[in-house]
């Protein structure tokens, strides 16, 4: 079964520390995306990769930066985490030009204390 | 630039009912893809549905149709005789067929089933 794996369920961190929210596919796809969910809000785009190495910004980028290293992981980076970034943040993988839908982690819920 | 409105926070639909969510959407490229999704408390983005913007006909996957209405911008997702499993938030979301494949999402209706 096809999937796309988030590292933690849940996590909970302090003010100031450097988190990392690790991804993998094994869809052998090129596109991956960060999204972060807020009630009210929807989910929206905090970066993106659309090959290894490359990465390009997202509609909230500010606080966050990513790392694709391996086509199969994509790791987003919260260099000193604050409180308004506790979220659900979810991570999605997709192949170039395919008209159908984007395979979805089962997202990381992070608390920053 | 995109831009999607889910206009109903959220709904309760009586079981067996059929249930329409209303997605309005906003864009000047000329194709586009638009999608919903499903996701229930576990939290995983379930894909229910997919209208490509030049597709003739509604799209529709078993109990889901698409009410695709480009003049007016429109992607209403239908759920016809509507089940308690189908409790959950829906987002609409879509997508340029130009430029990146990122996709832009709604605000989500919460849909609640009532027994």
């Known amino acids: 079964d096809v999937k796309v794996t988030q590292s933690s369920r849940y996590l909970v961190k302090r003010t100031g520390e450097k988190v990392f929210l690790e991804c993998v596919q094994d869809?052998?796809?090129?596109?991956m995306f960060w999204y972060r969910q807020d009630p009210g809000l929807g989910l929206r785009l905090i970066y993106f990769?659309?090959?290894?190495?490359?990465?390009e910004k997202g509609d909230i980028p500010e606080g966050y930066s990513v790392s694709r290293e391996k086509k199969e992981r994509f790791s987003l980076i919260l260099e000193s985490a604050s409180t308004n970034q506790t979220s659900m943040y979810l991570c999605?993988?997709?192949?170039?030009?395919?008209?159908?839908?984007?395979?979805f982690g089962s997202g990381t819920r992070l608390t920053v204390v | 630039a995109q831009k999607i409105t889910q206009t109903q926070p959220g709904m309760f639909v009586q079981e067996k009912e059929a249930v329409t969510l209303d997605c309005t959407y906003d864009?000047?490229?000329?194709?586009?893809?638009l999608f919903w999704y499903k996701q229930p408390s576990s939290g995983e983005m379930i894909f229910l549905i997919y209208?490509?913007?030049?597709?003739?006909q509604n799209a529709t996957e078993g109990r889901y149709s698409l009410n695709f209405q480009k003049a007016r911008k429109s992607a209403n997702l239908v759920i016809s005789a509507s089940l308690q499993g189908d409790s959950a938030m829906y987002f609409c979301?879509?997508?340029?067929?130009?430029?990146?494949?990122?996709?832009?999402f709604g605000t989500g209706t919460r849909l609640t089933i009532i027994p």
């Open positions: 990769s659309y090959d290894v190495k490359m990465k």
């Open positions: 869809m052998d796809h090129e596109n």
């Open positions: 979301a879509m997508r340029s067929n130009f430029g990146n494949e990122k996709l832009t």
């Open positions: 864009t000047s490229d000329p194709s586009y893809g």
């Open positions: 999605a993988s997709s192949k170039p030009g395919t008209g159908r839908g984007y395979t």
């Open positions: 209208q490509g913007s030049y597709d003739q």
